[in-house]
């Protein structure tokens, strides 16, 4: 699987948008984009996921570059709740998924 | 829906002793996968099984460890001679899918091992 840069941490305030971004510049035509985060001391949780078209579910928006060399987990209102890591994994064959470091969001209330 | 199980949570061994970490996936999925996560890393894959069939086990270290998921109960990750640096997290997921590119894993809160 395809490598992703993810930035070591941000901050964001409570209650404004946040935009995590992502590069895969090797991305392949087959690869998907999938977002996971984990809070403090649980398992990992499943966020989103995309091919091509940008995603919207109940939890996030993944808004996918043209030419799928990047990509950009937006969450609409962060809460203290949304504080976690986040990694953005490439998933094309094989049966296990790759984690890098993630970045680590802070939610300033 | 009840997610992934697993237990203990915590687990506390000595050097030499055998640890044993139990998972149960979501209801009616039957593919299972272990992650061990070391203290400020990424998760790495172990394992990856089927209902009596290890599918993957590229992750796993060659000697001390191994796992199972047997026709009925629980998959189990078995750990001998435990040493210090045995001492992470280990995360079992599962899956309804058996790995293709849009395959979601759903994750268990983990088993905490601590090696005295």
């Not at chain 1, 790759?98 to 969001?105: A, E, I, Q, R």
Request: hydrophobic content about 30%; proline content about 6%.
């Amino acid at each position: 699987d395809a490598k992703t840069t993810q930035p070591n941490s941000m901050e964001s305030n409570e209650e404004e948008p946040v935009h995590l971004p992502c590069n895969h510049s090797t991305i392949s035509g087959t690869d998907y984009i999938h977002w996971y985060r984990q809070l403090p001391s649980q398992g990992p949780e499943y966020v989103i996921h995309g091919l091509t078209s940008n995603v919207n579910n109940r939890m996030a928006s993944l808004a996918i570059a043209e030419d799928r060399k990047s990509s950009t987990l937006i969450l609409h209102r962060a809460t203290l709740r949304d504080a976690a890591v986040y990694y953005c994994i490439l998933r094309n064959t094989g049966n296990q998924f790759y984690f890098g470091t993630g970045t680590s969001l802070t939610v300033i209330p | 829906n009840a997610g992934v199980m697993q237990n203990p949570r915590h687990l506390v061994r000595r050097r030499g002793q055998e640890a044993r970490l139990r998972c149960s996936p979501v209801k009616g999925h039957s593919h299972v996968y272990w992650y061990r996560q070391l203290p400020e890393e990424g998760l790495k894959f172990m394992v990856y099984l089927q209902k009596e069939n290890i599918i993957d086990e590229s992750g796993m270290p060659k000697e001390r460890f191994s796992a199972e998921f047997p026709k009925e109960g629980p998959s189990i990750l078995r750990i001998q001679q435990v040493v210090r640096g045995d001492s992470a997290a280990y995360f079992c997921a599962s899956s309804e899918g058996f790995g293709g590119p849009a395959d979601t894993q759903y994750f268990g809160p983990g088993t905490r091992l601590t090696v005295l």
